[in-house]
């Protein structure tokens, strides 16, 4: 759907032989599910352990991580092409294979070498016994210094083999995902909080207002579509695979699969900063996240009310 909405931008924007580095960075913004957004709304309305919830976040998680793969082959297609490389099959599938690899060995490692690491520091501390059932690492240690070299290392990986920073960077976080709760996530809050806002900030001067009256009937058009994608999909997809749900759910899916959020705007911002897409493109893109971002979450409380009516309460009033 992304892909093909470049041609109707096509007569607005300069697209020119570029057409489909605009079309690649357009899928690639509206592949990702916020699941950030997504969750936090679970949580309020206390229904984060029912059936729809689980298949909401566990389809995001799956969805971001296929986001990180089409960007990735997407930023390494772009870079050849924006510089003065060619097109070619060659060229082509040698970035769709090193994206699927980095991507496959940061996998690997979160299944098979971060127990085992954790399973060897916490023997070694007498902590627990040999299978190491115990989640946290030892209060002795704090893991957050090494998680801010792994996050560095792989960002900088990912630049070298011609993707982008955030790749690494959000498979970086994938590995330390098994330790939320402990030091990690909490000193990493502090630097969320204080680096969060000069992201927007960022994102917010780089927004081209000027003629943003013209692209309004764009940016609607995107809005619609890009939530009605996954919509259609998320409820496609339990109607169709479960009878028992049923389609209150497969509504609930859909609702909860659309939010875009900063995946969107990052990968925007990756292309507007190496030139393979044009500021009007990104102003879009920046909009159609926030939109969606904005939309989702009273929906899907909505949503989750007409099939869980304790749902309409806020947890503390209940």
């Not at 570029?18 to 709304?41: D, E, K, Y």
């Not at 990735?72 to 772009?78: D, K, R, T």
């Not at 030091?183 to 900030?201: A, R, T």
């Amino acid at each position: 759907m992304g892909f093909g909405l470049i041609f109707v931008y096509e007569n607005y924007f300069v697209v020119n032989e570029n057409w489909l580095i605009h079309a690649l960075f357009m899928s690639a913004a509206m592949v990702a599910t916020c699941v950030g957004i997504t969750a936090r709304v679970l949580t309020d309305l206390n229904v984060i352990d029912t059936v729809e919830s689980k298949i909401i976040v566990g389809a995001a998680v799956v969805d971001d991580i296929l986001a990180m793969i089409v960007l990735a082959i997407v930023a390494g297609v772009a870079g050849a092409r924006m510089g003065g490389g060619t097109l070619d099959t060659v060229n082509i599938l040698a970035s769709i294979g090193i994206a699927i690899l980095f991507v496959a060995m940061i996998l690997y490692l979160c299944i098979h070498g971060i127990p085992k690491v954790k399973e060897m520091h916490a023997k070694r501390n007498g902590v627990c016994d040999v299978r190491c059932q115990e989640r946290d690492w030892p209060i002795s240690y704090n893991p957050f210094p090494l998680a801010v070299l792994v996050c560095l290392g792989l960002s900088a990986m990912a630049m070298f083999l011609g993707l982008a920073a955030i790749i690494g960077a959000f498979l970086a976080g994938m590995l330390f995902g098994e330790f939320a709760g402990n030091k990690v996530e909490k000193e990493f809050k502090g630097i969320n909080s204080f680096l969060v806002p000069f992201f927007f900030v960022y994102v917010g001067m780089r927004v081209q207002t000027a003629g943003i009256i013209e692209i309004v009937p764009l940016m609607i058009l995107t809005i619609v579509l890009a939530i009605l994608g996954k919509y259609v999909a998320g409820y496609l997809g339990v109607v169709l695979t479960s009878d028992s749900l049923g389609k209150r759910a497969g509504n609930i899916v859909g609702v909860g699969m659309s939010p875009r959020g900063e995946v969107g705007i990052i990968v925007a911002a990756i292309g507007l900063t190496t030139g393979a897409i044009s500021g009007s493109m990104y102003t879009v893109v920046v909009f159609m996240s926030i939109a969606t971002a904005l939309i989702a979450p009273p929906w899907l409380a909505s949503a989750f009310a007409k099939k869980y009516p304790q749902a309409r309460e806020p947890p503390s009033k209940r």
